[in-house]
C-alpha cells in the first residue's frame, strides 16, 4: 500500500457521488459503491492555528474509498481519496497493493 | 420533512458540550426544526436556559439527561465488591439517554428530576474525591422513577453507543447486546425502552460508525425494539468539534496527543433535516433494508411528539412559588396577618409617625400591591428567616432594592426607613412586574452556614435547597487547560497564567498586544508556533463553563415539591444544592434568598463584644467612647446598660463620624477604603447620610466610565450653577444637584414627563438600553411629553440623560442599604478604633493585607502587644496596657474628641493564624494558659517541636524568659532546635485541677546563654514568614539606607507638596486594581505603604509600557512620579515609572531627581483646559480652586465591586 498527497480530480454525481476519477492523465470509472467516512486529524500537530469561526475540516477529513477502472476496463483496483470541505479539492491519499504490483 | 434532534448536550454540560443553548435552538430552528431536547451530561444544568431558548425561537422543547448507568463491580483484589460499609461497590456500566415525557401535568419533568437527584445522591461534592459512588443511576432507580402511577411511563431510556447494548454491539458480541437489551426490557417495560442509533460516520467498523449502528439495529430488530436516531450532539456546528477536543482532554485531565478517548472523529453537531435523513438512508441502504430509513425518522417523530412538553404546565414556568402558609404559623389570611404585622411594626418602630397621612398613604400602596399579587406569604417567609436569624443572636441587615419598601421595614426584615430617604416601592415591586422580588439578607459571615442549617431546620429539608452557581473559564484556567491539551510544560504554562491580569479569555489576542506585562510571552509567540494554537484555544474556552459550585448566598425556599421541580446534589456544605443558578429562579417561579455572608458584619460584631468585654458596663463605654449622654447623665439609647451597643439604633448624624470619613483615613471601613473611593470621599467631603448614598451610588463603573461625577462635584462645590433641564424636574433633582445619579430619579423623570404613573416608569427604565425596545420607549415618551407642553429642547435634553444613565444608573435604595454598615464601620473607627481595628484583623473584610492595617495601627497610635504564651487567645483582644503610658501624642488618624486616649489600650496579637499550627495546638494552648515556665508548657499545651520553635522565634515566650531572668529569644532559639522534643504522653499529663510542683522553670534556669540578640530586621522577616504581618517595625524600616540614598519621599510628607511636584517614592504593594475607565485604556492602580502611610499610584498606559511586567508581579516597589492632588486631604501619584526595589543594579542612580541631564517630567494629559468658575464660589471651592486641585481625574472602581442584580 502506498501512501500520497497528490492532487486528483473527481467528478460526482448530482448526490455528490463520486463517479470517475482523472489522475496521472489516465481515467478511472468507479466501479462499486463508493464507501465514505471521516477520519480524525492530529490537527494539533499538524496546523498552526485553531482560531473560532474557523469552520469545518480542522478536526476530520472527508474520505472516500473508491474502487475504480482504469477507463471502467482495466482490472479492480481500490483508491483512497479526501476532499477538502473548504476548498473542495480532492487528493489521493492511498492507493492499495494492486495498483502498485501492476505499476 | 424535519427532523428533531433527542440527544443534545450543550455548553452546561461541562466539560463536555461546546455551545450555549441559545445557539442551539437557533440552529435548530433555523433548519425547520419545531422542537430540540436538551439532555446535559449528569443532571438539567442548562434545562432553564433552554426552555428560555425554545420559548424565543418558538420551539417545543424537551428535557432529558444524559446518565451513568451503575451496576455491580466486578471482583477483583483491587477493587472489592462491597465498600466499606458493606453496600455492594457500584461501578459505571455505560451511559444512557433518559428522555422525559411531556404534557403529563408535569409526571415526566418530576420524574426527571427525581432522578437525577437520585444520581448524585451518596455522591462527594468535591471532584475526584475518594469514598462517594460515581454519579449515575442502578436499573433499579430507573425502573422506579420510570412509571408513574396515574401517568403511566413517564421516562424512556435510550440505549445508544455508550449503553452496555452499544458496547457489546461495537465488540461484535451479537448474542450479548441481545442480551443486554432483553434485561433492559425486563426491568422497564417495553414502553420505555428504545434503541438510539448514532453514524458519526467514522472509519468502517469503528465505534459511532455505520456498522456500528447496524450491529445495533440488529439487536432491536431481534427484540421487537423501535430504533431511533439521534446524533448525540455537542456542538451547534463543526466549528466546536476542537473545542470538544479541548474539553474532552481537560476533563480527562490528559494531552490531546495522550488521549485515549477522543471523539473519534468532528461530526457530532446539530445536523440539517436533511443530513439527518441522509444518514438514516445510509443506514438502511447498508444494511440493505430500503424500507428502514422511513421506519427510522418515524420513531424518532414519534417519540419526539411523546416528549414534547408544556414549559408551563409540566416544568412550571413562570408561576411562583412559596412555603405553605401552615409552615410559617399562619392560620388567617397571609394578607391580613401581613397588614397587622405591619401596625405593629409602626407601634415598635414609628410611633410618633402613626398617624401620618404620608405614612399611611404609603403602606396602602405597598399592602395593596403585594395583595394583588398574591406576593403576602412571600414577605411574611423572609420577616420569618430574618426574625430566625435575629433569634440567634446574628447581625443581619437587608441589602438591595428591598431597603425601598416601607413593609420591609417594618417587618424588620430592612434597617432603611425609605420614607427617610425617599425611597420608591415601585423601583421594588408593582403590579407590572410579576416575578418575585430580590429580598437579599446580609448576615456575619461567620455565622453564615449555621444559618443556612437553621433554615434547612424550620423550613424542612423538601422546602429548601441551596441555589448554585456556573463556574466558566476565565483567562488563567482557559490557559492552562488549552496548554494541558497542547501538551505543554506545567512550568511554562505557570509563568504564563500568572501573568495574565483578570481579563476574558477571548480577548486574549488584543491583550497580547496592549499589555505590557504579557509583552515577553508576545515576543514568544513569534519564535514558537504552539503558543499561536494556544492563544486560538484559550478563546475557544472562554467563559464556557467549568463546573458548578454552591452559590455564596442563595437559599432556595418553596412548598414541600420544591425537590419535584428541581433536582439537587450534594454541595461542599453537605447541604444539597439545586443545579439551577440565579438565571434559573425568576422563570421557575422560585423564591430565592440571598443570605450573603459579610465579613464587616462578622468584624463589627467581634469590636462589640470586645467593647462590652474590656469596659464591662454602660457607663464605662460611654465615657470611653465619648458618647453623648441624654437628660440626667443618661445612657444614650443606642447603649445598654451592659455595656453592649445596638449598632442599627446608632443615629446617622454622629459628627465626629463624618469627620472622619472627611480626612479620608478609612482605612479598613465598609466600601470606602479603596484607594478611589478615599480620593472620592476626600473631594465629595461628607456631611450627612445622605451623601454618603451618594458617594456610594457614584462609584460605580457606569457613573465614573461617563463622567457623572465632575459635574455632581462642581455643582456641589458651588464650581458650576445647577442646571435643570426644567423646572418641574427640580424637586427629583435637587438632592444631587441636578445630575441625574439614582434610578429613582429616573423614575420620577418618566413620571414627570409623561405621566406614566411610577410603576409604569420602572418598566421603561427596564427597557432602556434595550436595543429593540428603547425606540418604543422613546415614541411614547416624546409623544406624552409633547402632549403635555414640554418645549422639545427640554424633551430632547431629558431623553439624553434618560438614554444615558437608564441603563447603569443606581438603585438608591442600594446605596441606603450599603450607606448603613458603611456609617456603622466608621462610627466604631472613630469611638472604639482598638475594638474597631481588632474586629478587622480578627475577620479580615476588607480588600488589604492584614500588614497594612497593622501598619494602620501604628498611624492610630495603638500599641500592637506581641504574642505572649500566656496572654494571647485564639483571637486578636483589646488589652489594657500595662505600666508607664507613653507620652502623649497625638496619633496621624483621626479619634473622636474626648474618647480615650491613644495608646491606653492595646491589640494582642492573637494565636491564630500563624504558619504550620494548627487549630487543635492553639485550642489546646488557650485551655491550657496559664503557663508556668518552658517545661510546662512542654508539658501541657501539646505544641509541636516546629510549633515551640515558631512560637520562641516569635517572642511568644519572651515574658517566661523575663521570669526567669535567663537568656534571649536567640539562647532559646538555639536551645530548641538542639533538644530533641520530650512532650509528655498523654497519661502522664497532669489531670485537670492537678497542680503540678512548683519547680521555678529547671529548662529555661539552665539555658545556655550569650546568642547576639536578633536585629530588629530579622525580627520583623521572622515575622512576615510566620504570620504575614510585620509587627516590631514596618518592613520597609530595613531599606531606610538605600531610601534615603535615592531621595524618596515618605507617603506622609507627600501631603505637604505643591501638585505636579517630581517624586520618588517606594513601599510595600497592597492593593493593585485595573478598573474599568472612561475611554477604554487601562489604567492600574498600586496602592504602596511605607510605613508611614499609603501612596495610591496610577499608571497610565505609558506609564505601563515603561514599567513592564514588574506592574503586577513585584512586592517591593520604587516608584518615579508626580503628585497629584485630589482634594483638601487627598494625594496621589501619577506615576512615570516603576523599579523593583530587589533589584537593586536596576535602580535610578541615588540624586536621580536632582540630576540636571535628566529630562524633566510634566503632567501628560491630565492638564485641560482649566474650567470657568463664577465669582460667587463657597469656602471650600475657593480653596480647591486656589491649591488648583485636580477634579478632573479618572477615581476608580474595584474590579470585585459586587455584583448587584440591579436589573
Same mark, same amino acid.
Given at each position: 500500500?502506498?501512501?500520497?498527497?497528490?492532487?486528483?480530480?473527481?467528478?460526482?454525481?448530482?448526490?455528490?457521488?463520486?463517479?470517475?476519477?482523472?489522475?496521472?492523465?489516465?481515467?478511472?470509472?468507479?466501479?462499486?459503491?463508493?464507501?465514505?467516512?471521516? $477520519?480524525?486529524?492530529?490537527?494539533?500537530?499538524? $496546523?498552526?492555528?485553531?482560531?473560532?469561526?474557523?469552520?469545518?475540516?480542522?478536526?476530520?477529513?472527508?474520505?472516500?474509498?473508491?474502487?475504480?477502472?482504469?477507463?471502467?476496463?482495466?482490472?479492480?483496483?481500490?483508491? $483512497?481519496?479526501?476532499?477538502?470541505?473548504?476548498?473542495?479539492?480532492?487528493?489521493?491519499?492511498?492507493?492499495?497493493?494492486?495498483?502498485? $504490483?501492476?505499476? | 420533512?424535519?427532523?428533531?434532534?433527542?440527544?443534545?448536550?450543550?455548553?452546561?454540560?461541562?466539560?463536555?458540550?461546546?455551545?450555549?443553548?441559545?445557539?442551539?435552538?437557533?440552529?435548530?430552528?433555523?433548519?425547520?426544526?419545531?422542537?430540540?431536547?436538551?439532555?446535559?451530561?449528569?443532571?438539567?444544568?442548562?434545562?432553564?436556559?433552554?426552555?428560555?431558548?425554545?420559548?424565543?425561537?418558538?420551539?417545543?422543547?424537551?428535557?432529558?439527561?444524559?446518565?451513568?448507568?451503575?451496576?455491580?463491580?466486578?471482583?477483583?483484589?483491587?477493587?472489592?465488591?462491597?465498600?466499606?460499609?458493606?453496600?455492594?461497590?457500584?461501578?459505571?456500566?455505560?451511559?444512557?439517554?433518559?428522555?422525559?415525557?411531556?404534557?403529563?401535568?408535569?409526571?415526566?419533568?418530576?420524574?426527571?428530576?427525581?432522578?437525577?437527584?437520585?444520581?448524585?445522591? +451518596?455522591?462527594?461534592?468535591?471532584?475526584?474525591?475518594?469514598?462517594?459512588?460515581?454519579?449515575?443511576?442502578?436499573?433499579?432507580?430507573?425502573?422506579?422513577?420510570?412509571?408513574?402511577?396515574?401517568?403511566?411511563?413517564?421516562?424512556?431510556?435510550?440505549?445508544?453507543?455508550?449503553?452496555?447494548?452499544?458496547?457489546?454491539?461495537? +465488540?461484535?458480541?451479537? *448474542?450479548?447486546?441481545?442480551?443486554?437489551?432483553?434485561?433492559?426490557?425486563?426491568?422497564?417495560?417495553?414502553?420505555?425502552?428504545?434503541?438510539?442509533?448514532?453514524?458519526?460516520? %467514522?472509519?468502517?467498523?469503528?465505534?459511532?460508525?455505520?456498522?456500528?449502528?447496524?450491529?445495533?439495529?440488529?439487536?432491536?430488530?431481534?427484540?421487537?425494539?423501535?430504533?431511533?436516531?439521534?446524533?448525540?450532539?455537542?456542538?451547534?456546528?463543526?466549528?466546536?468539534?476542537?473545542?470538544?477536543?479541548?474539553?474532552?482532554?481537560?476533563?480527562?485531565?490528559?494531552?490531546?496527543?495522550?488521549?485515549?478517548?477522543?471523539?473519534?472523529?468532528?461530526?457530532?453537531?446539530?445536523?440539517?433535516?436533511?443530513?439527518?435523513?441522509?444518514?438514516?438512508?445510509?443506514?438502511?441502504?447498508?444494511?440493505?433494508?430500503?424500507?428502514?430509513?422511513?421506519?427510522?425518522?418515524?420513531?424518532?417523530?414519534?417519540?419526539?411528539?411523546?416528549?414534547?412538553?408544556?414549559?408551563?404546565?409540566?416544568?412550571?414556568?413562570?408561576?411562583?412559588?412559596?412555603?405553605?402558609?401552615?409552615?410559617?404559623?399562619?392560620?388567617?389570611?397571609?394578607?391580613?396577618?401581613?397588614?397587622?404585622?405591619?401596625?405593629?411594626?409602626?407601634?415598635?418602630?414609628?410611633?410618633?409617625?402613626?398617624?401620618?397621612?404620608?405614612?399611611?398613604?404609603?403602606?396602602?400602596?405597598?399592602?395593596?400591591?403585594?395583595?394583588?399579587?398574591?406576593? *403576602?406569604?412571600?414577605?411574611?417567609?423572609?420577616?420569618?428567616?430574618?426574625?430566625?436569624?435575629?433569634?440567634?443572636?446574628?447581625? &443581619?441587615?437587608?441589602?438591595?432594592? +428591598?431597603?425601598?419598601?416601607?413593609?420591609?421595614?417594618?417587618?424588620?426584615?430592612?434597617?432603611?426607613?425609605?420614607?427617610?430617604?425617599?425611597?420608591?416601592?415601585?423601583?421594588?415591586?408593582?403590579?407590572?412586574?410579576?416575578?418575585?422580588?430580590?429580598?437579599?439578607?446580609?448576615?456575619?459571615?461567620?455565622?453564615?452556614?449555621?444559618?443556612?442549617?437553621?433554615?434547612?431546620?424550620?423550613?424542612?429539608?423538601?422546602?429548601?435547597?441551596?441555589?448554585?452557581?456556573? %463556574?466558566?473559564?476565565?483567562?488563567?484556567?482557559?490557559?492552562?487547560?488549552?496548554?494541558?491539551?497542547?501538551?505543554?510544560?506545567?512550568?511554562?504554562?505557570?509563568?504564563?497564567?500568572?501573568?495574565?491580569?483578570?481579563?476574558?479569555?477571548?480577548?486574549?489576542?488584543?491583550?497580547?498586544?496592549?499589555?505590557?506585562?504579557?509583552?515577553?510571552?508576545?515576543?514568544?509567540?513569534?519564535?514558537?508556533?504552539?503558543? @499561536?494554537?494556544?492563544?486560538?484555544?484559550?478563546?475557544?474556552?472562554?467563559?464556557?463553563?467549568?463546573?458548578?459550585?454552591?452559590?455564596?448566598?442563595?437559599?432556595?425556599?418553596?412548598?414541600?415539591?420544591?425537590?419535584?421541580?428541581?433536582?439537587?446534589?450534594?454541595?461542599?456544605?453537605?447541604?444539597?444544592?439545586?443545579?439551577?443558578?440565579?438565571? @434559573?429562579?425568576?422563570?421557575?417561579?422560585?423564591?430565592?434568598?440571598?443570605?450573603?455572608?459579610?465579613?464587616?458584619?462578622?468584624?463589627?460584631?467581634?469590636?462589640?463584644?470586645?467593647?462590652?468585654?474590656?469596659?464591662?458596663?454602660?457607663?464605662?463605654?460611654?465615657?470611653?467612647?465619648?458618647?453623648?449622654?441624654?437628660?440626667?447623665?443618661?445612657?444614650?439609647?443606642?447603649?445598654?446598660?451592659?455595656?453592649?451597643?445596638?449598632?442599627?439604633?446608632?443615629?446617622? @448624624?454622629?459628627?465626629?463620624?463624618?469627620?472622619?470619613?472627611?480626612?479620608?483615613?478609612?482605612?479598613?471601613?465598609?466600601?470606602?477604603?479603596?484607594?478611589?473611593?478615599?480620593?472620592?470621599?476626600?473631594?465629595?467631603?461628607?456631611?450627612?447620610?445622605?451623601?454618603?448614598?451618594?458617594?456610594?451610588?457614584?462609584?460605580?463603573?457606569?457613573?465614573?466610565? *461617563?463622567?457623572?461625577?465632575?459635574?455632581?462635584?462642581?455643582?456641589?462645590?458651588?464650581?458650576?450653577?445647577?442646571?435643570?433641564?426644567?423646572?418641574?424636574?427640580?424637586?427629583?433633582?435637587?438632592?444631587?444637584?441636578?445630575?441625574?445619579?439614582?434610578?429613582?430619579?429616573?423614575?420620577?423623570?418618566?413620571?414627570?414627563?409623561?405621566?406614566?404613573?411610577?410603576?409604569?416608569?420602572?418598566?421603561?427604565?427596564?427597557?432602556?438600553? &434595550?436595543?429593540?425596545?428603547?425606540?418604543?420607549?422613546?415614541?411614547?415618551?416624546?409623544?406624552?411629553?409633547?402632549?403635555?407642553?414640554?418645549?422639545?429642547?427640554?424633551?430632547?435634553?431629558?431623553?439624553?440623560?434618560?438614554?444615558?444613565?437608564?441603563?447603569?444608573?443606581?438603585?438608591?435604595?442600594?446605596?441606603?442599604?450599603?450607606?448603613?454598615?458603611?456609617?456603622?464601620?466608621?462610627?466604631?473607627?472613630?469611638?472604639?478604633?482598638?475594638?474597631?481595628?481588632?474586629?478587622?484583623?480578627?475577620?479580615?473584610?476588607?480588600?488589604?493585607?492584614?500588614?497594612?492595617?497593622?501598619?494602620?495601627?501604628?498611624?492610630?497610635?495603638?500599641?500592637?502587644?506581641?504574642?505572649?504564651?500566656?496572654?494571647?487567645?485564639?483571637?486578636?483582644?483589646?488589652?489594657?496596657?500595662?505600666?508607664?503610658?507613653?507620652?502623649?501624642?497625638?496619633?496621624?488618624?483621626?479619634?473622636?474628641?474626648?474618647?480615650?486616649?491613644?495608646?491606653?489600650?492595646?491589640?494582642?496579637?492573637?494565636?491564630?493564624?500563624?504558619?504550620?499550627?494548627?487549630?487543635?495546638?492553639?485550642?489546646?494552648?488557650?485551655?491550657?494558659?496559664?503557663?508556668?515556665?518552658?517545661?510546662?508548657?512542654?508539658?501541657?499545651?501539646?505544641?509541636?517541636?516546629?510549633?515551640?520553635?515558631?512560637?520562641?522565634?516569635?517572642?511568644?515566650?519572651?515574658?517566661?524568659?523575663?521570669?526567669?531572668?535567663?537568656?534571649?529569644?536567640?539562647?532559646?532559639?538555639?536551645?530548641?532546635?538542639?533538644?530533641?522534643?520530650?512532650?509528655?504522653?498523654?497519661?502522664?499529663?497532669?489531670?485537670?485541677?492537678?497542680?503540678?510542683?512548683?519547680?521555678?522553670?529547671?529548662?529555661?534556669?539552665?539555658?545556655?546563654?550569650?546568642?547576639?540578640?536578633?536585629?530588629?530586621?530579622?525580627?520583623?522577616?521572622?515575622?512576615?514568614?510566620?504570620?504575614?504581618?510585620?509587627?516590631?517595625?514596618?518592613?520597609?524600616?530595613?531599606?531606610?539606607?538605600?531610601?534615603?540614598?535615592?531621595?524618596?519621599?515618605?507617603?506622609?510628607?507627600?501631603?505637604?507638596?505643591?501638585?505636579?511636584?517630581?517624586?520618588?517614592?517606594?513601599?510595600?504593594?497592597?492593593?493593585?486594581?485595573?478598573?474599568?475607565?472612561?475611554?477604554?485604556?487601562?489604567?492600574?492602580?498600586?496602592?504602596?505603604?511605607?510605613?508611614?502611610?499609603?501612596?495610591?499610584?496610577?499608571?497610565?498606559?505609558?506609564?505601563?509600557?515603561?514599567?513592564?511586567?514588574?506592574?503586577?508581579?513585584?512586592?517591593?516597589?520604587?516608584?518615579?512620579?508626580?503628585?497629584?492632588?485630589?482634594?483638601?486631604?487627598?494625594?496621589?501619584?501619577?506615576?512615570?515609572?516603576?523599579?523593583?526595589?530587589?533589584?537593586?543594579?536596576?535602580?535610578?542612580?541615588?540624586?536621580?531627581?536632582? %540630576?540636571?541631564?535628566?529630562?524633566?517630567?510634566?503632567?501628560?494629559?491630565?492638564?485641560?483646559?482649566?474650567?470657568?468658575?463664577?465669582?460667587?464660589?463657597?469656602?471650600?471651592?475657593?480653596?480647591?480652586?486656589?491649591?488648583?486641585?485636580?477634579?478632573? +481625574?479618572?477615581?476608580?472602581?474595584?474590579?470585585?465591586?459586587?455584583?448587584?442584580?440591579?436589573?
Amino acid at each position: 500500500m502506498g501512501l500520497f498527497t497528490q492532487s486528483v480530480d473527481v467528478e460526482c454525481s448530482t448526490a455528490g457521488l463520486p463517479l470517475r476519477l482523472r489522475w496521472q492523465g489516465r481515467e478511472y470509472r468507479v466501479a462499486a459503491d463508493p464507501v465514505r467516512w471521516f $477520519e480524525r486529524r492530529r490537527w494539533w500537530a499538524e $496546523e498552526v492555528r485553531a482560531e473560532r469561526g474557523r469552520g469545518p475540516g480542522l478536526v476530520d477529513h472527508e474520505i472516500w474509498r473508491l474502487q475504480v477502472r482504469l477507463a471502467g476496463r482495466g482490472p479492480l483496483l481500490t483508491f $483512497e481519496v479526501s476532499r477538502d470541505v473548504e476548498t473542495g479539492r480532492w487528493r489521493l491519499i492511498r492507493i492499495h497493493d494492486a495498483l502498485l $504490483e501492476s505499476a | 420533512m424535519s427532523f428533531i434532534h433527542l440527544n443534545v448536550a450543550s455548553a452546561f454540560s461541562a466539560h463536555y458540550g461546546a455551545s450555549w443553548p441559545q445557539d442551539l435552538a437557533h440552529r435548530a430552528a433555523a433548519e425547520g426544526a419545531d422542537a430540540l431536547a436538551a439532555t446535559e451530561r449528569d443532571g438539567l444544568y442548562g434545562a432553564v436556559k433552554h426552555l428560555k431558548a425554545c420559548r424565543e425561537t418558538g420551539l417545543d422543547p424537551i428535557l432529558g439527561v444524559n446518565l451513568a448507568v451503575l451496576g455491580p463491580a466486578a471482583n477483583t483484589a483491587r477493587h472489592p465488591v462491597h465498600a466499606p460499609r458493606g453496600r455492594p461497590r457500584l461501578q459505571v456500566q455505560g451511559r444512557v439517554i433518559v428522555l422525559a415525557r411531556g404534557n403529563c401535568s408535569g409526571a415526566g419533568y418530576r420524574a426527571l428530576c427525581r432522578l437525577v437527584s437520585l444520581a448524585h445522591e +451518596g455522591t462527594s461534592a468535591h471532584r475526584g474525591a475518594a469514598g462517594g459512588k460515581p454519579v449515575g443511576v442502578t436499573h433499579a432507580d430507573l425502573a422506579t422513577c420510570a412509571v408513574d402511577p396515574e401517568e403511566g411511563t413517564v421516562l424512556t431510556v435510550l440505549l445508544g453507543p455508550d449503553s452496555d447494548v452499544g458496547q457489546a454491539a461495537l +465488540g461484535r458480541d451479537p *448474542s450479548r447486546a441481545r442480551s443486554a437489551l432483553g434485561r433492559w426490557l425486563a426491568r422497564l417495560g417495553r414502553a420505555a425502552v428504545r434503541v438510539e442509533l448514532v453514524t458519526h460516520l %467514522n472509519t468502517p467498523g469503528e465505534r459511532l460508525s455505520s456498522a456500528h449502528a447496524i450491529r445495533m439495529l440488529r439487536a432491536a430488530q431481534a427484540l421487537d425494539v423501535p430504533a431511533v436516531l439521534t446524533n448525540a450532539v455537542r456542538y451547534a456546528d463543526p466549528d466546536g468539534a476542537a473545542t470538544a477536543d479541548v474539553l474532552d482532554s481537560a476533563r480527562a485531565l490528559s494531552s490531546l496527543e495522550t488521549l485515549t478517548d477522543l471523539q473519534p472523529n468532528g461530526q457530532g453537531w446539530l445536523k440539517s433535516p436533511g443530513r439527518m435523513q441522509a444518514l438514516a438512508r445510509e443506514i438502511a441502504r447498508e444494511a440493505g433494508e430500503g424500507a428502514l430509513a422511513a421506519e427510522l425518522l418515524r420513531a424518532t417523530g414519534a417519540l419526539a411528539d411523546w416528549a414534547r412538553m408544556d414549559p408551563v404546565s409540566d416544568a412550571g414556568w413562570g408561576i411562583p412559588v412559596v412555603p405553605e402558609a401552615s409552615v410559617i404559623g399562619i392560620t388567617g389570611r397571609p394578607d391580613a396577618e401581613l397588614a397587622a404585622r405591619c401596625e405593629a411594626g409602626i407601634t415598635r418602630l414609628l410611633p410618633r409617625d402613626a398617624g401620618s397621612r404620608a405614612l399611611r398613604d404609603r403602606l396602602a400602596l405597598e399592602l395593596g400591591t403585594i395583595t394583588d399579587l398574591g406576593f *403576602s406569604t412571600y414577605f411574611l417567609t423572609v420577616a420569618e428567616v430574618s426574625a430566625m436569624i435575629a433569634d440567634m443572636g446574628v447581625r &443581619n441587615a437587608a441589602r438591595g432594592s +428591598g431597603a425601598s419598601s416601607l413593609v420591609n421595614f417594618l417587618l424588620g426584615i430592612s434597617q432603611v426607613n425609605p420614607l427617610a430617604h425617599d425611597l420608591l416601592f415601585e423601583r421594588f415591586l408593582s403590579r407590572d412586574r410579576t416575578t418575585l422580588p430580590d429580598i437579599d439578607i446580609d448576615v456575619e459571615s461567620a455565622e453564615r452556614h449555621r444559618v443556612y442549617e437553621h433554615i434547612f431546620e424550620r423550613f424542612g429539608s423538601q422546602r429548601v435547597t441551596l441555589m448554585s452557581m456556573q %463556574n466558566g473559564y476565565r483567562a488563567r484556567g482557559a490557559v492552562r487547560d488549552a496548554g494541558q491539551a497542547l501538551g505543554m510544560e506545567d512550568g511554562d504554562l505557570d509563568v504564563i497564567a500568572k501573568q495574565l491580569w483578570r481579563f476574558s479569555a477571548s480577548n486574549f489576542r488584543e491583550a497580547l498586544e496592549e499589555k505590557p506585562e504579557l509583552r515577553p510571552f508576545a515576543e514568544r509567540m513569534g519564535a514558537e508556533r504552539q503558543l @499561536d494554537l494556544l492563544v486560538d484555544l484559550t478563546e475557544r474556552l472562554d467563559r464556557l463553563p467549568r463546573h458548578i459550585s454552591m452559590h455564596p448566598c442563595g437559599v432556595i425556599l418553596g412548598d414541600n415539591t420544591l425537590l419535584d421541580r428541581t433536582p439537587v446534589q450534594p454541595s461542599g456544605l453537605g447541604l444539597p444544592m439545586s443545579q439551577f443558578d440565579k438565571h @434559573d429562579m425568576d422563570p421557575m417561579g422560585m423564591l430565592k434568598l440571598d443570605v450573603l455572608g459579610v465579613r464587616m458584619q462578622s468584624a463589627m460584631a467581634y469590636a462589640v463584644s470586645e467593647v462590652v468585654r474590656i469596659h464591662g458596663d454602660g457607663e464605662a463605654v460611654a465615657t470611653a467612647g465619648a458618647h453623648p449622654r441624654g437628660p440626667g447623665g443618661a445612657l444614650p439609647e443606642f447603649l445598654d446598660a451592659d455595656g453592649a451597643i445596638a449598632l442599627e439604633r446608632v443615629p446617622l @448624624d454622629d459628627e465626629p463620624t463624618y469627620e472622619l470619613i472627611r480626612t479620608t483615613d478609612t482605612l479598613g471601613c465598609f466600601q470606602i477604603e479603596s484607594p478611589g473611593q478615599r480620593e472620592l470621599i476626600g473631594k465629595l467631603a461628607p456631611r450627612e447620610f445622605n451623601d454618603l448614598i451618594i458617594d456610594i451610588s457614584l462609584f460605580r463603573p457606569g457613573p465614573m466610565q *461617563s463622567n457623572m461625577v465632575k459635574p455632581y462635584l462642581e455643582n456641589r462645590h458651588g464650581f458650576a450653577p445647577e442646571n435643570y433641564p426644567h423646572s418641574d424636574l427640580k424637586p427629583a433633582l435637587a438632592e444631587t444637584h441636578g445630575v441625574t445619579v439614582f434610578h429613582e430619579q429616573v423614575l420620577r423623570i418618566f413620571d414627570v414627563m409623561t405621566g406614566c404613573g411610577l410603576a409604569k416608569a420602572d418598566v421603561y427604565r427596564r427597557l432602556l438600553g &434595550n436595543e429593540q425596545a428603547e425606540p418604543r420607549v422613546e415614541e411614547l415618551y416624546r409623544a406624552r411629553a409633547m402632549e403635555r407642553g414640554y418645549p422639545l429642547g427640554v424633551i430632547d435634553e431629558v431623553w439624553k440623560t434618560l438614554k444615558a444613565f437608564g441603563s447603569f444608573g443606581f438603585c438608591k435604595a442600594h446605596g441606603a442599604a450599603f450607606a448603613v454598615p458603611t456609617y456603622q464601620s466608621a462610627w466604631l473607627k472613630a469611638h472604639h478604633p482598638e475594638a474597631f481595628l481588632a474586629g478587622i484583623w480578627e475577620h479580615d473584610p476588607g480588600m488589604y493585607p492584614k500588614r497594612l492595617l497593622v501598619a494602620e495601627a501604628r498611624r492610630m497610635g495603638i500599641p500592637i502587644l506581641p504574642l505572649d504564651i500566656n496572654r494571647s487567645d485564639a483571637s486578636y483582644r483589646v488589652e489594657r496596657a500595662q505600666g508607664l503610658l507613653p507620652p502623649a501624642t497625638v496619633p496621624p488618624v483621626y479619634r473622636a474628641p474626648g474618647t480615650s486616649r491613644a495608646g491606653r489600650l492595646g491589640i494582642r496579637l492573637s494565636l491564630s493564624g500563624i504558619h504550620g499550627v494548627s487549630g487543635t495546638e492553639v485550642k489546646r494552648v488557650v485551655a491550657g494558659q496559664p503557663y508556668d515556665s518552658l517545661d510546662d508548657v512542654r508539658d501541657r499545651s501539646g505544641l509541636s517541636r516546629s510549633s515551640l520553635r515558631t512560637f520562641a522565634a516569635l517572642g511568644a515566650f519572651d515574658s517566661l524568659q523575663q521570669a526567669a531572668g535567663r537568656g534571649n529569644r536567640a539562647d532559646l532559639m538555639v536551645h530548641l532546635a538542639g533538644r530533641p522534643t520530650k512532650t509528655l504522653a498523654q497519661r502522664h499529663r497532669p489531670i485537670t485541677g492537678q497542680l503540678p510542683l512548683p519547680l521555678g522553670d529547671v529548662e529555661l534556669g539552665g539555658l545556655a546563654v550569650g546568642a547576639a540578640e536578633p536585629s530588629l530586621e530579622e525580627t520583623v522577616r521572622t515575622e512576615l514568614d510566620l504570620m504575614a504581618v510585620d509587627v516590631s517595625g514596618h518592613l520597609m524600616s530595613s531599606h531606610a539606607p538605600l531610601l534615603s540614598k535615592l531621595g524618596t519621599t515618605p507617603a506622609q510628607d507627600l501631603l505637604g507638596l505643591r501638585n505636579g511636584t517630581e517624586v520618588l517614592v517606594a513601599g510595600v504593594r497592597v492593593a493593585t486594581q485595573t478598573p474599568p475607565m472612561r475611554g477604554g485604556r487601562r489604567v492600574v492602580f498600586i496602592s504602596l505603604d511605607d510605613g508611614t502611610g499609603c501612596v495610591d499610584c496610577t499608571f497610565f498606559h505609558e506609564a505601563q509600557q515603561n514599567s513592564g511586567p514588574l506592574l503586577f508581579a513585584t512586592r517591593l516597589l520604587l516608584v518615579h512620579g508626580l503628585t497629584r492632588r485630589t482634594g483638601p486631604r487627598g494625594i496621589s501619584l501619577q506615576a512615570l515609572q516603576a523599579w523593583d526595589l530587589a533589584d537593586q543594579d536596576s535602580l535610578p542612580a541615588p540624586g536621580h531627581l536632582s %540630576n540636571p541631564d535628566r529630562v524633566k517630567e510634566t503632567f501628560t494629559g491630565l492638564r485641560g483646559k482649566s474650567d470657568k468658575h463664577d465669582g460667587g464660589a463657597q469656602p471650600l471651592a475657593r480653596r480647591m480652586e486656589a491649591e488648583d486641585l485636580d477634579h478632573r +481625574g479618572p477615581g476608580s472602581v474595584p474590579e470585585d465591586w459586587p455584583e448587584f442584580d440591579v436589573g
